[in-house]
């Protein structure tokens, strides 16, 4: 078993500002395990929040090379990272190769005879009251069907009236709101209770990460349903919640990859609460481990490589609001054509 890696550049079309941060740009790690002459592969992106830089990511990669070396079996390969971002690349390359010796998609792997075309939404950062009204007009006319609102910067007079500007701009979608964290539970409280009018699909991890009571308890009183991001990041994590929120958000970065995030499904679907998976700004082939956990989720939030200026892989879809997968074995995707 091979294992070798690519460092590369993934350039957004326009910066993407949230409440804690604003981004134009990240690295890609491009993560390949080879064997008899088939390569499976996966991808992890660097990130702040999470602590992965390229040194960080490529240390990983060494130690785990040095285990896949007498590794002869694909079905055999261990848990070869304890850093959640590397080890959903590895977990992907693995499903990726060992679907393609098979011949059947990832999908397939997972227990799904079936895989549908998915809607996905589509962020609309923190920006201006005019372009965020644009930008929820332009989408909706290529086919966009869900909208998610980047929140947490900003007065609440000022916040509303970008969110009612995207109502407007697009009065048929399904909304999603995401603050990131960045209010205060009483002022989660306010705000969920004044943007109720706008007809709110859920809010994504509306308080800061680390008190999952506190969190539970806005989700009881909370008019919009309350999605936990951050904290439910791990299997322990999401059997603390239970069934005290109404969805996790699955982002197989945060979790370690798709073994981990199917567990993740199994207590979360037991607890009888609902899936969004999520992701971060990734390249299609970061993006393709969890469109094929689609099947499992009532929210779907992965649009990381449609902001991108240059997505390098393809075979996901989702320029016209719609996830499909195009390849008929493995993760499905390819080499984009060069701009």
């Known amino acids: 078993m091979r294992l070798r890696w ?3 550049t993934l350039v957004l079309a326009e910066p993407l500002r949230i409440s804690r941060s604003v981004m134009s740009e990240r690295e890609a790690v491009t993560v390949e395990l080879e064997h008899d002459g088939v390569i499976g592969r996966g991808e992890v992106v660097t990130s702040n929040y999470y602590g992965l830089t390229v040194q960080r990511i490529e240390a990983e990669l060494l130690a785990a090379r040095d285990v896949l070396a007498d590794v002869r079996d694909p079905g055999q390969i261990p848990t070869l990272s304890a850093v959640p971002g590397v080890s959903a690349a590895l977990d992907a390359a693995r499903h990726d190769l060992i679907a393609t010796l098979r011949g059947v998609p990832v999908f397939e792997l997972l227990g799904a005879v079936h895989w549908q075309p998915t809607p996905t939404a589509r962020t609309i950062g923190i920006t201006s009251i005019e372009h965020a009204a644009q930008t929820a007009r332009e989408l909706t006319r290529r086919g966009f069907r869900v909208l998610k609102v980047k929140l947490g910067a900003g007065e609440q007079r000022q916040e509303l009236a970008r969110l009612a500007a995207v109502r407007a701009a697009a009065p048929h979608a399904r909304l999603l709101l995401d603050p990131n964290g960045a209010w205060q539970p009483e002022q989660a409280l306010r ?6 009018v706008y007809d709110i699909d859920a809010v994504e991890q509306p308080i800061k990460p ?3 009571d506190l969190l539970a308890e806005l989700a009881a009183q909370s008019p919009v349903p309350v999605i936990a991001d951050e904290d439910a990041a791990t299997v322990d994590d999401v059997r603390v919640l239970g069934g005290r929120v109404h969805g996790i958000n699955v982002k197989l970065p945060k979790c370690g990859g798709i073994q981990a995030a199917r567990e993740i499904i199994g207590i979360a679907q037991h607890n009888r609460v609902d899936i969004m998976l999520g992701c971060l700004v990734s390249s299609s082939l970061g993006i393709a481990p969890a469109v094929h956990l689609t099947g499992f989720a009532r929210w779907v939030d ?5 902001l991108l200026a240059h997505d390098p892989w393809t075979g ?6 719609v996830l499909r997968i195009v390849g008929d074995r493995g993760l499905g995707v390819r080499p984009a054509v060069s701009p």
């Open 210 to 212: 680390g008190t999952p």
């Open 302 to 306: 992965l649009d990381g490589h449609l």
């Open 316 to 321: 996901i879809g989702g320029a016209d609001g």
């Open 6 to 8: 690519q460092v590369g």
């Open 191 to 196: 705000m969920l209770a004044a943007v109720q």
